[in-house]
């Protein structure tokens, strides 16, 4: 029983170091509302289409590991910078 604990707790901890590398090296995802296209379509009409309002039209989005690293980077640098 022990040893599926750390199997399974060393399966955590390396799919965490990935997800982290990942966003470190690719910060931006495609959008899920747009599919990546940057656009949205009338649902009517397929030809009719306007850009896409979560993403503004680029079609990415930025992954929430790298939203988590920039919030405790930005708490970080504020917390050591000296008050005079």
């Keep these: 029983m ?4 750390l199997l399974a ?3 955590a901890v390396g799919y965490g170091t990935h997800y982290l590398a990942a ?11 747009c599919d990546g296209t940057g ?10 289409f306007r850009l896409c309002p979560r993403c ?6 930025v992954r929430i590991g790298r ?3 920039e ?3 930005r708490e970080y640098r504020n917390g050591t ?3 005079r």
């Design 81 to 83: 910078r000296g008050t």
């Design 23 to 33: 966003c470190a090296i690719f910060p931006f995802a495609a959008c899920r509302r």
């Design 67 to 69: 939203r988590i690293y």
């Design 56 to 61: 503004d039209g680029t079609g990415r989005r």
């Design 39 to 48: 656009k949205r379509r009338n649902p009517l009409s397929r030809r009719m």
């Design 2 to 5: 022990g040893s599926l604990a």
């Design 71 to 73: 919030h405790f980077r």
């Design 9 to 11: 707790s060393l399966v």
